[in-house]
Structures are given as structure tokens and as C-alpha cells.
């Protein structure tokens, strides 16, 4: 899960995924990917698959709940939890990121 602001959208043609680059305000519940905390203003790209959705504004903030791609990379399928983001959800978040996992892996 992150929150971030969608700096640029490149749908590409109708065969081939599509590309969002994010600019991070915040990364949660990582730990268990390996994946460091990124300094805010660090820019992510992620893999759109389908090339209607999940329908992103350039400018907007939003926050983001993936997959991780067979080679590793971030994907953002037309299933993924996308919502607006808004400074009074930051408390939330961080309280949910606070808690453990209590599934088994």
C-alpha cells in the first residue's frame, strides 16, 4: 500500500501495458516484500496492464494497493484498490501499518 501523486500516465498501443509514474508520499506494510521506504518525493513506476483502468489523473493523489510483477516490478492491474487520497487518512494508515500481520504465509 502507498499514497503518491500520479506525475505522468503513458497508456502506449493497444498490445503493449502501460506506464505510471508516482511520486511517493508514503509507503505501508512493505516490510514483508523487502522493499526499503523510499524518501518522500521518489518516483515509482508502475506497470498498467489494461489501458482504461485503473483511471489516473496526472496531478492527483492517490492511494495505491498492487502486486508485484513476475520480474519484480510494481503492476497495478484493472482489480487494484485505487482511491483518492487525503491528508486526513495519513493518522489511519500509519496506525494500520503499526499492526502485525496475524494470517500465516
Not at 505522468?8 to 506494510?29: F, T
Not at 521518489?42 to 492527483?60: D, F, I, N
Not at 492491474?77 to 493518522?91: E, I, K, N, S, T
Amino acid at each position: 500500500v502507498l499514497t503518491g501523486t500520479v506525475k505522468s500516465v503513458s497508456r502506449g498501443p493497444p498490445q503493449e501495458p502501460g506506464w505510471a509514474v508516482v511520486s511517493v508520499l508514503s509507503l505501508y506494510k512493505s516490510g514483508g516484500l523487502g522493499v526499503p521506504q523510499p524518501a518522500k518525493g521518489a518516483t515509482l513506476r508502475l506497470q498498467l496492464p489494461c489501458r482504461l483502468c485503473p483511471a489516473l489523473k496526472k496531478g492527483s493523489s492517490y492511494i495505491l494497493m498492487g502486486r508485484l510483477g513476475a520480474d519484480g516490478g510494481a503492476l497495478l492491474p484493472p482489480d487494484a484498490f485505487v482511491v483518492p487520497y487525503r491528508p486526513q487518512q495519513q493518522q489511519v494508515l500509519g496506525n494500520l501499518s503499526k499492526r502485525p500481520c496475524r494470517g500465516t504465509p
